[in-house]
T-cell receptor, first 116, second 110 residues
Framework: GAVVSQHPSRVICKSGTSVKIECRSLDFQATTMFWYRQFPKQSLMLMATSNEGSKATYEQGVEKDKFLINHASLTLSTLTVTSAHPEDSSFYIC????????????FGSGTQLSVL | QKEVEQDPGPLSVPEGAIVSLNCTYSNSAFQYFMWYRQYSRKGPELLMYTYSSGNKEDGRFTAQVDKSSKYISLFIRDSQPSDSATYLCAPGGRDDKIIFGKGTRLHILP
């Protein structure tokens, strides 16, 4: 299957700092990438849909100024958690859709964010 | 009614048993159906996908879809300890989105 690389895998930061998470499709082009967060023993919660070359589409209740998404190329999307607070601590996962095959969604390995 | 309902478990079965994981959905607009496996603190991994009602087999895994009753199943034969994970059902095709169930935690006991 297609490979999606996500890093860092783990980050610990102080409250008030910003954290950037990268998501790369290594062997395919991804016009659309998705960002999720997941709390322990909970399902994936879609945060936003990232389209190459355009603004991201955020799900209801997700602050777009808090979670900045940039999808500058067909293989890279970034999520920046700005002014992180302890309540932002979570497991963040990206996924990428194989162009032309909408059912094929491949996931990165996730980033565990801990805000002190 | 939630769009996708899945029993969170945990489901514990002895090694070698047949596992049955189930999921229901409410929106008939879903066109394709997937199962993902997620190990703890890892990203989900696509296991199976199918478009139509009926069965699809891949090795020890069989995905079953009944569109008339909006019911999705995943069967695992000859279960092994390495199958211990959380299994997420994921119907898709509504507004081009994929919706994930909460997942069923499965424990295979050696």
């Amino acid at each position: 299957g297609a490979v999606v690389s996500q890093h860092p895998s783990r980050v610990i930061c102080k409250s008030g700092t910003s954290v950037k998470i990268e998501c790369r499709s290594l062997d395919f082009q991804a016009t659309t990438m998705f960002w999720y967060r997941q709390f322990p023993k909970q399902s994936l919660m879609l945060m936003a849909t990232s389209n190459e070359g355009s603004k991201a589409t955020y799900e209801q209740g997700v602050e777009k100024d808090k979670f900045l998404i940039n999808h500058a190329s067909l293989t890279l999307s970034t999520l920046t958690v700005t002014s992180a607070h302890p309540e932002d601590s979570s497991f963040y996962i990206c996924s990428a859709r194989v162009q032309g095959r909408s059912e094929k969604l491949f996931f990165g390995s996730g980033t565990q964010l801990s805000v002190l | 009614q939630k769009e996708v309902e899945q029993d969170p478990g945990p489901l514990s079965v002895p090694e070698g048993a047949i596992v049955s994981l189930n999921c229901t959905y409410s929106n008939s607009a879903f066109q394709y159906f997937m199962w993902y496996r997620q190990y703890s603190r890892k990203g989900p991994e696509l296991l199976m996908y199918t478009y139509s009602s009926g069965n699809k087999e891949d090795g020890r895994f069989t995905a079953q879809v009944d569109k008339s009753s909006k019911y999705i199943s995943l069967f695992i034969r000859d279960s092994q300890p390495s199958d211990s994970a959380t299994y997420l059902c994921a119907p898709g095709g509504r507004d081009d989105k994929i919706i994930f169930g909460k997942g069923t935690r499965l424990h295979i006991l050696p």
